[in-house]
């Protein structure tokens, strides 16, 4: 079902509306959910006060072409799952070495050093994910913001609360976790 019908669907038939959009973009919706936060329960409070947002707001959405609607709920969810971890009382950064062993400032490297030679096409969509959802909080959600969402590192500290030069370095830190995460599924997935 087109974007556009479902739209129009909301000023005539809000319950079937709500189920159309439920049914093509609940999914999509939930996969935003799970890049930020980690515990389904979490992940599924989130998704259902996104949803209630987007249908109670829907009046102030204004049909752009198809991809709008999307965004615009991609959005709300961003928002929403960002939220969520400012109300737990704890900024993500904050959280970010939370149960993990990270590696130190100078230990770090160069992520495109280690990405090099690595064959991407050997890594499954799902194993990346549930890499990225593996890491710390803060290193995941500035992941997220910038090489997901597409935010600059000044949109990123705004939303964050923190410095674009901190949300950079916690970008190439992200990047550089994922690497070695990437190069030590590879090296295992060789040897099998």
Not at 70 to 88: C, S
Not at 100 to 114: A, F, K, Q, V
Not at 172 to 181: G, P, Q
Request: proline share 2%; glycine share 6%; with cysteine.
């Amino acid at each position: 079902m087109s974007e556009e019908k479902i739209v129009r669907m909301f000023s005539s038939d809000a319950d079937s509306a709500m189920e159309n959009f439920y049914a093509v973009y609940s999914g999509y919706l939930a996969g935003i959910c799970s890049r930020y936060i980690q515990d389904s329960d979490r992940r599924k409070d989130i998704l259902q006060e996104s949803l209630i947002k987007i249908f109670t707001q829907i009046g102030r959405f204004r049909y752009m072409g198809e991809g709008s609607l999307k965004a615009w709920a991609a959005r709300i969810t961003v928002n929403e799952a960002l939220q969520e971890l400012r109300r737990e009382g704890r900024s993500p950064l904050s959280r970010m070495s939370e149960g993990m062993d990270l590696p130190s400032e100078d230990s770090l490297g160069d992520s495109e050093r280690l990405c090099k030679g690595l064959d991407l096409d050997k890594v499954d969509a799902g194993t990346l994910s549930d890499m990225i959802s593996r890491l710390p909080a803060g290193y995941r959600a500035v992941f997220n913001l910038y090489a997901i969402e597409g935010k600059s590192h000044k949109e990123i500290a705004d939303i964050l609360g923190i410095r674009p030069n901190t949300s950079a370095s916690q970008y190439h830190r992200a990047k550089t976790l994922l690497a070695r995460w990437l190069s030590d599924y590879l090296k295992k997935k060789e040897n099998e």
